[in-house]
């Protein structure tokens, strides 16, 4: 997956969350308070989310899904964001 690809898929993803639908952040770690919140609007490649008790917060919308995700979930669907979004970590011969 490239870039392109990824920024063309979580447009495409995110264009369908509706208002107030429960997402989950696939980067956010357990104790993360912004893994779990609901959508409010996207802004730029942006998506703002909330707590529903009035806290606010933006994240990028490659890492947003729909629904509360387990933890084994989250780290199946960040391994390839990971390796677009971080090339660098990984060796030449695993990018392919």
Same mark, same amino acid.
Request: hydrophobic residues 25%; proline residues 4%.
């Given at each position: 997956m490239t870039?392109?690809?990824?920024?063309?898929?979580?447009?495409?993803?995110?264009?369908?969350?509706?208002? #107030?639908?429960?997402?989950?952040?696939?980067?956010?770690?357990? #104790?993360?308070?912004?893994? $779990?919140? $609901?959508?409010?609007?996207?802004? #730029?490649?942006?998506?703002?989310?909330?707590?529903?008790? #009035?806290?606010?917060?933006?994240?990028k919308m490659d890492v947003i899904y729909v629904g509360w995700l387990s933890t084994e979930e989250c780290e199946e669907l960040f391994a390839p964001v990971h390796r677009v979004l971080f090339p660098e970590s990984y060796n030449k011969s695993d990018t392919k």
């Open positions: 870039r392109t690809e990824l920024n063309k898929t979580s447009k495409k993803r995110v264009s369908a969350i509706g208002f #107030g639908t429960p997402i989950t952040n696939i980067c956010a770690g357990k #104790g993360n308070p912004s893994r $779990y919140s $609901y959508f409010v609007r996207v802004i #730029g490649n942006d998506v703002e989310h909330t707590d529903k008790r #009035g806290k606010f917060g933006r994240t």
